[in-house]
């Protein structure tokens, strides 16, 4: 066997045993395979796909390359949610403590922001004091103390998956289902969740621009994680516009200690609630999805999952003020505002031009050695829906010195669509799939 | 401009421009274009092809890559021949002599075997005494006197070609239409030819498998070194059966010997003489195809031919006693026949079988750094077409110690085919393209 006729093989739409799939994997690890192999044999997985045998083993094999995190010692069931990623995605923030306060454990493992998406980590890490470099026994105490942790992904989880997607992010090879699948996966499994629940992003801010590729890759998520032993679900969840109203980590912090403590914009309340509900379920504390959607909206509007939120931030070291005092938040020092060049109806907000604009000002990443200025952002004043006249405001550019404003002014407001129509209203939530 | 988003734009079917195709091929040879970018992009192209225009331009770059061979000094009108390559192809031998007897200059570059499939320079060089590795300013003196020179490729001829061509022997990403159409032009233009003729081999021992992906290949090479100023033509040529009745270096030079006598076998004295005659027709010697076939034919039975090539011999510093007594070249030890296990006639010999048998036996290689053994190699008794009865010899195995003679006994009688009915005959050159 050699990774030449493992690479023809699947560049000739060929199924590959799991054989063949560890050569290329441990190979690639061991570095017997060379990256320039990988990289040809990952272009060639892009265009020929893999089966659901293929991406299972793929998985299998990421996950066994490294170590497993034993959360065993947190009693109760334990879930968490990912994101596929977006703009203005502050979800787990207000998930995450929804659920913990409807009595899921909620060991969350996430990431950090990288190209237009935003990280949760770089989120929580705004926040004063906040640490995410927890260790296992740390986990396991905050979790079993507040019902949730959100910590960063520990080095040796996975290595095999590090050091594809590193190739792969330099290879236009990231945009594939099984690849995708297996990266995000083979960490999940390495937690030792009792369930998962999956928010695939559609639209312009997400890697998924439509809803039938977004489709393929949550129903291979679920069929994926099923095989391994991991029950999961999926909301496919739209990403054309920002997910409410900031993008930028100190903002979307305040914004999420709004939602819950009630207020906030509707969209992320109305997501963070159906992806919360859906843990619930999963996690037996509900007999169906309406049931466990009462309950997430009980404890929000009760104020338990602020409660939980608040001691969480305490745990991992924050200043636990940010919930009753945005002030502790970093702010940027200059505020423009971008106003409306012509009257009408905002019909839409180009996500991934939002994104990007966020990202050069400082709040984003394009590299991962890169540092994120936590304080910066874009604050959206006319969400999609909203009627505007000629001159007022669209939305607010969060600016540090040496961010070029003027350039994000005139990038945010190009974002905007302005049409004669008030656009149809529609749910954020566009299909549940199990 | 970054690589990688020459290779997204290439993977989601997009045309490349002349600077993105000059960023990754010059950045490729320079060092800024990384080898795991290089083979994801190639891996990309062999899936979403290139346009006659972006075939034109990566051509022209591996060109312009390095340097090229000044043949002006040689008068006359200077056109080679090239093969994509087969098992048991000695055309070259005898396709040169013949044309340069015709009163056209043959100035060959050709190159060595590689896998099954044999290497013309391997060949001449089992005749003791005979280089390949003469400088231009012989080229140019051997040329003017005798008519022809073989030599191989300068390695200051497009090393943008050598060094892709080096990274897609590793990463599968050979087989693709506009990169061998590159590889190959970029070479044969830097020659200064005035004219090209083309064999594009068709069949289980060719690159090409299918006469559909042999004519494209065809098509595209003839489009793109016209569009860079090199008339050229091309012929189909079968490679389902090995060519001839030899594979090997030694014994393919004494049987091409015997064809350039006015014997040896039909199939190598008629694809010669067509493919010298379209060298012969584009030199100008020769009204059409009809008349040069008939000087082909006239040179070759009067024994110019076999003139021009002792001389040629001799120029380059071979025995030239090769032409009056095959014993000059190297025999094998042993001699072990391939009984027939059945009676009928032999409909197929498998080419690819054959090729890889003989390359094991040591007369190719599989590195380009081994060494090759001129003397073993496959004799065939019973061409398709033949009757044999069972215990009839089908072919002879010509080994040295070392060699694995019972497996390739066993592996040569595979790959005889042998059925109840007597196949029809058909010509080698199924298509000519112009």
């Known amino acids: 066997m050699t990774a030449y006729e493992i690479i023809a093989k699947k560049r000739d739409g060929g199924e590959l045993d799991s054989a063949e799939i560890a050569f290329m994997v441990n190979g690639f690890l061991a570095g017997d395979v060379a990256d320039y192999q990988m990289s040809a044999f990952l272009m060639a997985v892009l265009f020929s796909g893999m089966s659901e045998a293929e991406t299972e083993i793929l998985t299998r094999l990421m996950l066994e390359s490294g170590a497993t995190l034993d959360l ?89 998956d590090r050091k594809m997607y590193a190739l792969r992010d330099v290879t236009a090879t990231i945009e594939c289902v099984p690849l995708i699948v ?123 999952a602020l409660e939980v939120f608040g001691r969480f931030v305490a745990a991992q070291g924050g200043d636990p003020r940010v919930v009753s005092d945005p002030g502790v938040l970093p702010a940027a020092t200059l505020r423009e505002t971008v106003a409306a060049a012509s009257s009408g109806y905002v019909t839409a907000i180009d996500a991934l031009e939002i994104g990007l604009t966020s990202l050069a000002l400082g709040a984003g990443r394009t590299t991962v050695e890169d540092p994120v200025d936590p304080a910066v952002g874009i604050e959206i004043a006319s969400p999609v829906g909203s009627e505007v006249s000629r001159g007022e405001p669209l939305a607010i550019v969060h600016a540090n010195e040496g961010g070029d404003v003027d350039a994000a002014v005139v990038r945010t407001r190009a974002a905007f669509e302005i049409g004669g129509e008030r656009p149809a209203a529609r749910s954020r939530v566009l299909e549940a799939l199990d």
Chains 1, 2 share one sequence.
Request: hydrophobic share 45%; proline share 5%.
């Open 72 to 160: 065993s010692a947190v009693e109760g069931v334990k879930v968490d949610k990912h994101s596929t990623g977006g703009v203005g995605d502050k979800l787990s923030l207000i998930v995450a403590p929804v659920a913990a306060a409807a009595g899921v454990r909620v060991p969350m493992i996430s990431g950090r922001g990288l190209g237009h998406t935003g990280g949760t980590l770089d989120k929580l890490e705004s926040i004063p004091g906040m640490r995410t470099d927890w260790g296992p026994e740390d986990v396991v105490r905050i979790v079993s103390d507040v019902g949730m942790a959100i910590v960063g992904q520990s080095p040796e989880v996975a290595p095999a």
């Open 182 to 304: 297996g990266s995000i996966l083979s960490k999940k499994l390495a937690a030792g969740l009792d369930a998962l629940v999956l928010d695939v992003k559609v639209g312009r801010g997400a890697f998924m621009k439509d809803h039938e590729s977004a489709r393929a890759l949550a129903q291979r998520l679920i069929a994926t994680a099923k095989s391994l032993g991991l029950p999961a679900v999926a909301l496919l969840t739209d990403m054309e516009s920002p997910l409410g109203l900031t993008v930028g980590n100190a903002l979307e912090v305040a914004e999420s200690v709004e939602v819950l403590k009630g207020s906030g914009p509707p969209d992320v309340r109305e997501t963070s609630l159906a992806l919360a509900a859906r843990m619930i379920q999963l996690a037996g504390e509900s007999a169906d999805t309406e049931a466990a959607l009462a309950v997430a909206e009980r404890v929000l509007d009760d104020g338990s």
